[in-house]
């Protein structure tokens, strides 16, 4: 388990751990990727450790020990039993259970509960009263990516701590870190493809999303120099997620209509395509460019619900499209 806070999480740690008393509910609510994962198992620790050191769990005690071997029999998680479904009443009574029994090791209780937007109505509703009345010494932190999702009747029993993904700097920064051979421009891109997320961003990187996106990019740059067709990169592209692929090109018809109507250069998305786009948008018929976007909202909806199609059949009727926008 990470038991490490990231370096954007200082301030928000110091806000927790400083506090002259805990409170008995803590909702850590934040984008996906933000790290609040790691702060609730950092802040678990610290909340059972018997002897804190400057705001740090000391990490020699019994229950510092016994939580590093992901043993603390007073640390339980209420979660999904399968990711993506939701948290079943079951769970919630059997947990409620656990929690009215003396705790195993006469100190605190800790409760991490994640997604808690996973809990159904009634899920919620076994638990409210447990959150409302704790009993003994019993600490609950709700993990949230969905705030908006969560019952007001959660939302008002708990202490709200909001955890914002750090800043573009910061995310480069950390990036590089972690991965010493990633180029800042390489950190951007990878950054825009996790929607700000460094640590999304750095998990993108472990897969080949980073070298799909180049080979589609230098694609598209083939193609309006007519040095590819669309049938020869539909065939190289059939294989990849097409999910990626339409969620880019989506994103680039948006962009190139933006530009066309504002002119404002500021907003040409990444780097890698932003010259091409920039080149191509005053040029580009509107109505062609219209009935592109029509084009690829409708066939990106038919990728998602995945309608059985034949991917490079797909992609030449795409980018025969996309071919027209520049016309020669
Ligand atoms: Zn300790």
């Given at each position: 388990?990470h ?66 071997a ?37 100190g ?28 003994g010494?019993t ?41 010493s ?42 193609l309006?120099?007519q ?34 109507i ?25 109505t ?19 309608v ?17 926008l520049?016309?020669?």
């Amino acid at each position: 388990m990470h038991n490490n806070l990231y370096p954007w999480q200082t301030s928000l740690w110091q806000s927790l751990a400083g506090r002259s008393q805990q409170a008995h509910a803590y909702l850590l609510h934040g984008p996906k990727g933000s790290g609040k994962r790691a702060l609730a198992e950092h802040f678990a620790a610290f909340l059972l450790c018997r002897s804190p050191v400057a705001q740090q769990p000391c990490g020699q005690c019994a229950a510092c020990k016994l939580y590093a071997a992901d043993t603390h029999p007073d640390l339980l998680r209420l979660e999904p039993e399968e990711e993506g479904k939701g948290i079943l009443i079951a769970s919630v009574r059997d947990l409620v259970g656990r929690i009215l029994q003396t705790s195993q090791q006469g100190g605190r209780k800790v409760i991490i509960v994640e997604p808690a937007e996973a809990m159904t109505t009634g899920s919620a509703n076994a638990l409210l009263k447990s959150l409302e009345e704790p009993t003994g010494s019993t600490i609950f932190l709700l993990i949230s990516h969905q705030f908006s999702f969560l019952l007001p009747t959660i939302k008002s029993r708990c202490v709200l701590q909001v955890c914002p993904l750090p800043n573009a700097q910061e995310s480069i920064e950390w990036l590089q870190q972690q991965q010493s051979e990633l180029s800042a421009e390489q950190c951007q891109t990878l950054l825009a493809l996790a929607s700000g997320s460094p640590l999304n961003a750095q998990k993108l990187f472990g897969s080949d999303v980073l070298a799909i996106r180049e080979q589609v990019v230098s694609g598209v740059k083939q193609l309006f120099k007519q040095q590819s067709s669309p049938s020869d990169l539909a065939v190289a592209w059939a294989k990849m997620p097409q999910e990626l692929i339409f969620d880019w090109f989506c994103q680039w018809a948006q962009l190139l209509l933006r530009y066309k109507i504002t002119e404002d250069d500021t907003e040409l998305g990444l780097p890698d395509m932003s010259v091409v786009l920039k080149h191509v948008a005053p040029r580009a018929p509107l109505t062609a460019l219209l009935e592109t976007q029509d084009w690829l909202l409708e066939h990106r909806q038919k990728v998602l619900r995945r309608v059985p199609l034949r991917a490079d059949l797909l992609l030449e009727g795409l980018l025969v499209r996309w071919q027209m926008l520049l016309p020669r």
